[in-house]
């Protein structure tokens, strides 16, 4: 926080406050600035919205040199024994491919949902790691994957992002 020159009064001073965390800097290096593009399911599936919440900071080592990454927040508990948990902001690499057993953001429809991927012959199947849901299947093409987990950022405080 920044504080007024000493000896200014009460009236002068500013009523709102400006926090400065000093590890991050908009010109920072070490930072990225990602979208959050809305929610995302992890359990039943839930309207994809990409509309565009906020601008956050991400490390560096968390996105790596991946251009047009993006932030999906979770929504359900399908994906907790993979430790994504209801409110984490998942890091998505965009691509419209993946390999058995990715973790993957995949449209549904107009639904989207995080999965593990397995593939058979015309359709795909979305494993959830929560006993409690049953793997979606999907018509190949029924369904569009949207990107690949890359990484995780979790609010300890249970504060939405």
Not at 28 to 43: Q, R
Not at 92 to 115: N, Y
Not at 125 to 143: G, M, Q, T
Request: aromatic share 4%; no cysteine; glycine share 6%.
């Amino acid at each position: 926080m920044r504080w007024p020159a000493k000896g200014t009064s009460l009236e002068a001073r500013s009523r709102s406050i400006k926090i400065q965390h000093p590890s991050y800097r908009a010109n920072d290096a070490n930072v990225v600035v990602l979208p959050l593009l809305g929610t995302i399911a992890a359990g039943t599936g839930v309207v994809a919205d990409e509309n565009i919440e906020a601008m956050l900071p991400v490390p560096t080592e968390l996105v790596r040199n991946i251009r047009d990454a993006f932030l999906l927040r979770v929504r359900g508990d399908s994906m907790r024994d993979e430790g994504i948990l209801p409110r984490d902001l998942v890091i998505i690499k965009p691509q419209e491919t993946a390999r058995e057993r990715d973790l993957v953001a995949v449209l549904l429809g107009d639904e989207a949902t995080v999965k593990r991927i397995s593939f058979k012959k015309d359709d795909i199947v979305l494993h959830p790691s929560n006993p409690d849901y049953e793997p979606i299947v999907a018509k190949r093409e029924d369904a569009r994957i949207i990107g690949k987990v890359i990484g995780l950022l979790r609010d300890y405080d249970g504060v939405a992002w």
